[in-house]
């Protein structure tokens, strides 16, 4: 590999880019240790016995750390360390790491989301949430199922927040339903608010 871009990152650290777009940050102190510059040649051997092992070691680290400031899904915590310029290597290592660990679990943290969270969306908007975070559809499914969750104060309070039993017109009515479709209610679960509202009044 030969080294073409040396790019700053911060004051402390540089992403060091090859010829083949592998790349990967190093402290300046590190690249003047290794003496890294632009046209320099790394065999494999030098990136194996003297670079990997720093980064496969950091890129734990870093997984650690990020795991230590709030729960994180195994998607998330891939696209974090790509962020940081680790090699596809090192990240899969330092991930193969932590599951072995039990510091990841996909299902334990679907269950934490939906429980933060299962008062403000509805079931098909934290699917959609979690679906987005990379976990399996089938972990989504069987959480949602489990998941004592009671859609029916959230559909009400949008209903008063947007006025709707304050209104005669038929066509704000309905759109006032549209739009709280499109936070993923149901329709046949919003007209049941409605009508048990209706019956309390």
């Keep these: 590999m030969i080294v073409r871009e040396i790019i700053p990152i911060n004051t402390k650290k540089s992403r060091i880019i090859f010829d083949d777009n592998e790349s990967f940050a190093l402290y300046k102190g590190e690249m003047r240790r290794l003496d890294i510059e632009v046209g320099r040649e790394i065999d494999e051997e030098e990136y ?3 670079i990997y092992p720093t980064l496969k070691k ?15 899904s ?3 915590l891939i696209k974090k360390l ?3 310029f680790y090699p596809e290597e090192a990240v899969k290592e330092a991930i193969e790491k932590a599951k072995k660990f039990g ?3 996909d299902e334990r943290y679907a269950e934490r989301y939906v429980s933060t969270y299962k008062d403000k969306y509805s079931k098909l908007n934290l699917k959609y949430k979690l679906m987005e975070k990379g976990i ?3 972990i989504i499914d069987n ?6 969750i009671d859609e029916s104060p959230m559909i009400r309070k949008l209903l008063e927040k947007k006025h709707y039993f304050e209104m005669d017109e038929p066509e704000k009515k309905q759109k006032i339903i549209a739009s709280i479709m499109r936070k993923g209610y149901k329709y046949n679960k919003i007209k049941d608010v409605i009508k048990d509202i209706a019956a309390d009044e």
């Design 48 to 50: 194996y016995v003297t």
């Design 143 to 148: 959480v949602l199922e489990e998941a004592d």
């Design 58 to 72: 950091r890129a734990f680290a870093r997984l650690l750390h990020i795991l230590e400031r709030s729960f994180k």
């Design 136 to 138: 399996n559809k089938e």
């Design 82 to 84: 790509r962020l940081s």
């Design 74 to 76: 195994e998607n998330d």
């Design 103 to 105: 510091y990841i679990n």
